[in-house]
């Protein structure tokens, strides 16, 4: 069986500014923001796959972490869990998220197993800083699962959300880019 990815989406411009917070925030432009009609994730195996790009500035000495969420409605389907900011001071550094999405079940208690990637040179592996590379981390930082369950028979509108745990006014992170693409089988 052959297959195809198809673009859903993409964002138009930047997502709002996140910054001087720590409260769950979605990082996408409204535009961008893609409702999946009833039954879209009809089947096992189907896959959505994220990507996105942006700036992303950090304090030094305790910057605290990043959190990044994919939400269907108000339901977290995936969590990369909190990944630690470098301690050395980035102002306005590149970074890129990737995430792959596959159904696992479908209906009224519908689930999606994802992992994913998240690249940028503010982002600190075992005390690593860095003024000049960039730091791969594998999201989730811990055991792959599937994310919470969801209604697949319901409309349900996708979106991406980041979460500083420290608010402060140089923690700050604006999304660029971004695509959602489907599996497609002909």
Do not use: C
Request: proline share 4%; aromatic share 8%; hydrophobic share 45%.
């Amino acid at each position: 069986m052959s297959s195809f990815a198809q673009s859903l989406i993409t964002a138009a411009g930047d997502g709002p500014a996140l910054s001087n917070s720590s409260s769950a925030t979605s990082i996408l432009p409204a535009q961008a923001k893609l409702t999946l009609f009833a039954n879209y994730l009809d089947f096992v195996g189907r896959k959505l796959k994220i990507t996105a790009q942006g700036r992303i500035s950090n304090i030094a000495t305790t910057p605290g972490t990043l959190q990044l969420q994919v939400k269907l409605g108000s339901t977290v389907v995936f969590d990369g869990g909190a990944m630690q900011l470098s301690t050395t001071a980035h102002t306005n550094v590149p970074w890129w998220l990737d995430i792959a999405l596959t159904v696992r079940a479908v209906g009224s208690s519908a689930n999606l197993m994802g992992q994913g990637w998240f690249m940028s040179q503010a982002a600190n592996i075992s005390g690593a800083d860095s003024t000049t590379g960039h730091s791969v981390l594998l999201i989730p930082n811990t055991a792959p699962a599937v994310g919470n369950s969801f209604d697949s028979t319901t409309g349900q509108v996708l979106d991406l959300f980041a979460t500083f745990s420290v608010a402060n006014a140089g923690n700050a992170l604006t999304l660029h880019q971004y695509e959602v693409q489907s599996t497609v089988f002909p």
